[in-house]
């Protein structure tokens, strides 16, 4: 049991990353997926660290900060690109005005 536990928690950052690859065309989906990715990450790594047998409680504490933080500048792009060009299609952002 243990070690296939072991085994998902390893794989989750890369299911993250792989499903962050293919959600590219709105902006929410890829803010979803870098939250995916942070999740995973306060999960897998100090299960890392203790195995390591190192301290882990400020590395949990310093990625759960970091994904604060990545959410709310995420959110407040996210309110301020679909203010001005009306969507939070990715394709938007490239395609000029003439």
């Known amino acids: 049991m243990n070690n296939a536990v072991l085994t998902i928690m390893c794989l989750l ?3 993250a990353m792989t499903n962050m690859l293919f959600n590219q065309t709105h902006f929410l989906m890829t803010l979803l997926s870098l939250e995916g990715i942070t999740l995973s990450l306060v999960l897998f790594v100090p299960l890392m660290l203790m195995g390591a047998h190192a301290p882990n409680t400020a590395m949990a504490v310093i990625l ?5 933080c990545e959410a709310s500048i995420g959110l407040g792009l996210m309110v301020s690109m ?9 394709k938007s952002l490239t ?4």
């Open 13 to 15: 950052p890369i299911l």
């Open 64 to 68: 759960l900060t970091f994904g604060a």
């Open 82 to 90: 679909s203010r001005s060009y009306g969507n939070d299609m990715l």
């Open 95 to 98: 395609s000029s005005k003439c």
